[in-house]
């Protein structure tokens, strides 16, 4: 028998090769299937890495953009509050030429941006100034910033120029587009590129009193764009709705000559797109991959400006944003395979060696088997290490076939017991966690109460000590006002005036936030009764006000989102027989549920450009009062103007599990766990109304006791 085991194991080692072991077949295996993984991986890193640089560049397109709209915006509403102004001297009589000529005058120093201001009446219908026919008071900056006011008669081709003609047609303030002219009302004469803002304005009997039009000089357009886009590359461009240049850094004398757009380089395509974008699409701005009549590769951001349908650009070479992202990409990705390569030889390498080692006992085992079988010797004739050790489940199989009936019925039944299992084991975490938050927040706030209330009850101290502390100051200054030099150096140094004032606020201060913390502490202290195993009467809106200050950080405005407001209707409610902790977790889910629907709705109405104000109104009334056979149940009505929840969903609400939120935000047993809270351990109800893009009304109802008698209550 000895004999036959050697001679066995002999020939499995010589047919057994190493490339055709399983220590290569895994490490290839592996290996492949890695590099597989990581090249993937690396290619969706550098996508998202691609996609973080075009927000870069939307993002600084945007910051310019808002600024050109914050100057324009504040052009325009000076203009207006010239018109206004004139508007208010015609009314009170006014029909002097002097008095317009010197608010002319006088508003164009207050306006920075405006180089020209100035209106005509119609000569027809001359109502401000009825001695002129063609009257045009103006005002003009000449280069040294001296502002210049004139009156008399004007040319009667002014009002033939469009910046009279087209705010008349349109009824309403226009910008005109950009013009070159010869300015020949500044000595010397200069050649200018400007645009207006013109707008005409009326009597209260809706009459037209004349066209008031602004100046404004596109030299600061190229002051403000002359700064590189992202990472020190790149240029911005101003373009007027009709493809003229206003601003291009990179060639400022193109734009003082307003050439087109479309005419530079191969750009005639690349503004019909964007054109194209802006006229079919919701969005004002996108960006656009594009190749210049050099083969350059460039991407092209764009922004319309609202005021007055100009489009920004920001021009940036595409190895700006691909090149750092593609070098940083590719060697990370050599580096990472290499040294999983390296890593991985090693681990195959010891595996293989310790599988060896442990299987060596039971492949001497079935080497024994085979001898009595042809199929084993067979088996045995494979040149791996897993060939040899076939044989030994060759030999179990019997064995697990009859084992497998036998689990497949135990499976069945392990089945619907664990299903049992898993939902009382997350509610029972569920339950467990916050329970542990109400310990915590009880603990926490416990601990700062300590220290708070010392230091709030020892400030009136300190602010009495303080005061004596002045006066015997004051007294002393009385007594001996020739004070030694120095006591009066380090009066000086000290600033004892400001001290004494300053000191004062700040004893302030620090008694207004020690009593704000004070609250704050209650309020976590009320919301913290998680813990409480008994009912006791416990005031309903306390338990509110607390979850909403706990919320409160939801409620708040964002840069991109205003705040949500709270509205409250508390009724007068008597003490209410309860587990005040557990109540309060149905106020949190149902209140954190409604800032989600919210937050949801503003986001929607944020990509429409709709107006939306996100309220939630909690209300709260006694229902039956009268000590009658219906007992006395308090409802809590939490409401709001959200989304809505889609009819589809309405009827599993309250099922375990059930959520329409992504992985990981919700686990769908917030409002099962409400509904066990209201209706099992409180014997109340809780139900609730919703209309898709309306909103959703929660109703919480539970009787004022639960043990009590009514004659305890009222």
Same mark, same amino acid.
């Given at each position: 028998?000895?004999?036959?085991?050697?001679?066995?194991?002999?020939?499995r080692q010589q047919k057994?090769?190493?490339?055709?072991?399983?220590?290569?077949?895994?490490?290839?295996?592996?290996?492949?299937?890695?590099?597989?993984?990581?090249?993937?991986?690396?290619?969706?890193?550098?996508?998202?890495?691609?996609k973080q640089a075009r927000?870069?560049?939307?993002?600084?397109?945007?910051?310019?953009?808002?600024?050109?709209?914050?100057?324009?915006?504040?052009?325009?509403?000076?203009?207006?509050?010239?018109?206004?102004?004139?508007?208010?001297?015609?009314?009170?009589?006014?029909?002097?030429?002097?008095?317009?000529?010197?608010?002319?005058?006088?508003?164009?120093?207050?306006?920075?941006?405006?180089?020209?201001?100035?209106?005509?009446?119609?000569?027809?219908?001359?109502?401000?100034?009825?001695?002129?026919?063609?009257?045009?008071?103006?005002?003009?900056?000449?280069?040294?910033?001296?502002?210049?006011?004139?009156?008399?008669?004007?040319?009667?081709?002014?009002?033939?120029?469009?910046?009279?003609?087209?705010?008349? +047609?349109?009824?309403?303030?226009?910008?005109?587009?950009?013009?070159?002219?010869?300015?020949?009302?500044?000595?010397?004469?200069?050649?200018?590129?400007? *645009?207006?803002?013109?707008?005409?304005?009326?009597?209260?009997?809706?009459?037209?009193?004349?066209?008031?039009?602004?100046?404004?000089?596109?030299?600061?357009?190229?002051?403000?764009?002359?700064?590189?886009?992202?990472?020190?590359?790149?240029?911005?461009?101003?373009?007027?709705?009709?493809?003229?240049?206003?601003?291009?850094?990179?060639?400022?004398?193109?734009?003082?000559?307003?050439?087109?757009?479309?005419?530079?380089?191969?750009?005639?395509?690349?503004?019909?797109?964007?054109?194209?974008?802006?006229?079919?699409?919701?969005?004002?701005?996108?960006?656009?991959?594009?190749?210049?009549?050099?083969?350059?590769?460039?991407?092209?951001?764009?922004?319309?400006?609202?005021?007055?349908?100009?489009?920004?650009?920001?021009?940036?070479?595409?190895?700006?944003?691909?090149?750092?992202?593609?070098?940083?990409?590719?060697?990370?990705?050599?580096?990472?395979?290499?040294?999983?390569?390296?890593?991985?030889?090693?681990?195959?390498?010891?595996?293989?060696?310790?599988?060896?080692?442990?299987?060596?006992?039971?492949?001497?085992?079935?080497?024994?088997?085979?001898?009595?079988?042809?199929?084993?010797?067979?088996?045995?004739?494979?040149?791996?290490?897993?060939?040899?050790?076939?044989?030994?489940?060759?030999?179990?199989?019997?064995?697990?076939?009859?084992?497998?009936?036998?689990?497949?019925?135990?499976?069945?039944?392990?089945?619907?017991?664990?299903?049992?299992?898993?939902?009382?084991?997350?509610?029972?975490?569920?339950?467990?966690?916050?329970?542990?938050?109400?310990?915590?927040?009880?603990?926490?706030?416990?601990?700062?109460?300590?220290?708070?209330?010392?230091?709030?009850?020892?400030?009136?101290?300190?602010? *009495?000590?303080?005061?004596?502390?002045?006066?015997?100051? +004051?007294?002393?200054?009385?007594?001996?006002?020739?004070?030694?030099?120095?006591?009066?150096?380090? *009066?000086?140094?000290?600033?004892?005036?400001?001290?004494?004032?300053?000191?004062?606020?700040?004893?302030?201060?620090?008694?207004?936030?020690?009593?704000?913390?004070?609250?704050?502490?209650?309020?976590?202290?009320?919301?913290?009764?998680?813990?409480?195993?008994?009912?006791?009467?416990?005031?309903?809106?306390?338990?509110?006000?607390?979850?909403?200050?706990?919320?409160?950080?939801?409620?708040?405005?964002?840069?991109?989102?205003?705040?949500?407001?709270?509205?409250?209707?508390?009724?007068?409610?008597?003490?209410?027989?309860?587990?005040?902790?557990?109540?309060?977790?149905?106020?949190?889910?149902?209140?954190?549920?409604?800032?989600?629907?919210?937050?949801?709705?503003?986001?929607?109405?944020a990509e429409e450009e709709?107006?939306?104000?996100?309220?939630? *109104?909690?209300?709260?009334?006694?229902?039956?009062?009268?000590?009658?056979?219906?007992?006395?149940?308090?409802?809590?009505?939490?409401?709001?103007?959200?989304?809505?929840?889609?009819?589809?969903?309405?009827?599993?609400?309250?099922?375990?599990?059930?959520?329409? +939120?992504?992985?990981?935000?919700?686990?769908?047993?917030?409002?099962?766990?409400?509904?066990?809270?209201?209706?099992?351990?409180?014997?109340?109800?809780?139900?609730?109304?919703?209309?898709?893009?309306?909103?959703?009304?929660?109703?919480?109802?539970?009787?004022?006791?639960?043990?009590?008698?009514?004659?305890?209550?009222?």
């Open positions: 028998m000895q004999d036959t085991t050697q001679k066995l194991n002999s020939r057994t090769s190493i490339a055709k072991s399983v220590g290569s077949r895994l490490f290839l295996s592996v290996l492949g299937g890695s590099l597989v993984g990581l090249g993937c991986a690396s290619y969706l890193f550098y996508q998202e890495l691609v927000a870069e560049l939307t993002a600084s397109l945007e910051v310019n953009a808002q600024n050109l709209e914050g100057s324009f915006n504040s052009f325009e509403n000076s203009t207006k509050l010239v018109a206004a102004s004139a508007t208010t001297l015609y009314e009170a009589g006014e029909r002097r030429e002097q008095v317009y000529v010197n608010l002319i005058g006088r508003s164009l120093k207050t306006i920075p941006l405006g180089t020209g201001l100035g209106f005509g009446q119609p000569p027809q219908k001359r109502l401000i100034i009825p001695q002129r026919k063609y009257a045009y008071p103006f005002a003009i900056r000449e280069n040294d910033g001296k502002v210049i006011a004139k009156g008399g008669e004007s040319s009667p081709d002014d009002y033939k120029a469009s910046y009279f003609i087209e705010p008349i +047609k349109a009824g309403k303030p226009i910008w005109l587009e950009p013009i070159s002219y010869l300015e020949t009302t500044v000595e010397p004469p200069q050649q200018t590129v400007s *645009t207006s803002y013109s707008l005409p304005f009326y009597n209260n009997k809706k009459e037209l009193l004349g066209v008031l039009a602004q100046d404004l000089e596109l030299g600061f357009l190229s002051v403000k764009l002359s700064h590189p886009v992202m990472r020190d590359k790149g240029y911005f461009a101003l373009v007027s709705s009709k493809g003229n240049l206003i601003a291009y850094p990179p060639n400022p004398e193109l734009a003082l000559e307003l050439k087109p757009f479309p005419e530079i380089n191969n750009y005639s395509q690349l503004w019909q797109r964007i054109q194209k974008n802006i006229q079919t699409g919701k969005k004002n701005s996108g960006i656009i991959s594009w190749q210049d009549a050099g083969g350059k590769r460039e991407y092209w951001a764009y922004r319309r400006i609202a005021n007055n349908n100009w489009i920004l650009l920001a021009s940036v070479p595409q190895w700006v944003i691909v090149g750092p992202l593609l070098q940083f990409t590719v060697g990370g990705t050599l580096l990472a395979a290499l040294g999983a390569s390296i890593v991985l030889a090693i681990v195959v390498f010891l595996f293989v060696k310790r599988l060896n080692q442990r299987l060596q006992p039971i492949m001497d085992e079935c080497n024994l088997l085979a001898e009595a079988s042809p199929k084993s010797e067979e088996l045995m004739s494979r040149e791996d290490e897993i060939g040899q050790l076939t044989i030994s489940f060759y030999n179990l199989l019997g064995q697990v076939t009859v084992n497998e009936k036998r689990l497949r019925k135990e499976m069945e039944k392990s089945a619907k017991a664990y299903q049992a299992l898993k939902q009382a084991q997350a509610q029972l975490i569920q339950t467990e966690k916050m329970s542990g938050l109400g310990q915590l927040v009880a603990g926490i706030a416990h601990e700062i109460n300590n220290p708070i209330n010392f230091i709030y009850g020892n400030l009136p101290h300190a602010s *009495t000590y303080t005061q004596d502390l002045i006066r015997l100051i +004051k007294l002393y200054q009385q007594k001996y006002p020739h004070s030694d030099p120095e006591l009066l150096e380090l *009066t000086e140094e000290i600033e004892l005036d400001f001290l004494i004032a300053d000191l004062q606020k700040m004893l302030a201060s620090m008694s207004i936030g020690a009593n704000r913390i004070r609250e704050i502490v209650l309020s976590l202290r009320n919301f913290s009764r998680f813990d409480e195993a008994e009912m006791k009467d416990v005031n309903i809106h306390e338990g509110i006000d607390s979850t909403l200050l706990i919320l409160q950080n939801r409620f708040k405005a964002t840069p991109t989102h205003s705040g949500i407001e709270v509205v409250k209707d508390y009724g007068n409610l008597p003490l209410v027989e309860c587990y005040a902790g557990q109540l309060n977790q149905v106020f949190m889910n149902i209140i954190s549920n409604a800032i989600d629907a919210l937050e949801k709705a503003r986001c929607k109405a709709e107006s939306f104000t996100p309220t939630i *109104t909690i209300r709260t009334e006694l229902k039956n009062p009268d000590s009658g056979a219906n007992q006395p149940r308090v409802v809590i009505t939490i409401k709001d103007n959200g989304c809505g929840i889609p009819p589809e969903n309405q009827s599993k609400l309250f099922d375990p599990f059930f959520t329409t +939120k992504p992985v990981g935000k919700g686990t769908g047993l917030g409002l099962s766990i409400c509904y066990q809270i209201v209706v099992e351990r409180h014997k109340g109800e809780l139900s609730y109304v919703s209309e898709v893009g309306t909103g959703t009304e929660f109703f919480i109802e539970i009787p004022v006791y639960q043990t009590k008698p009514i004659s305890k209550i009222f």
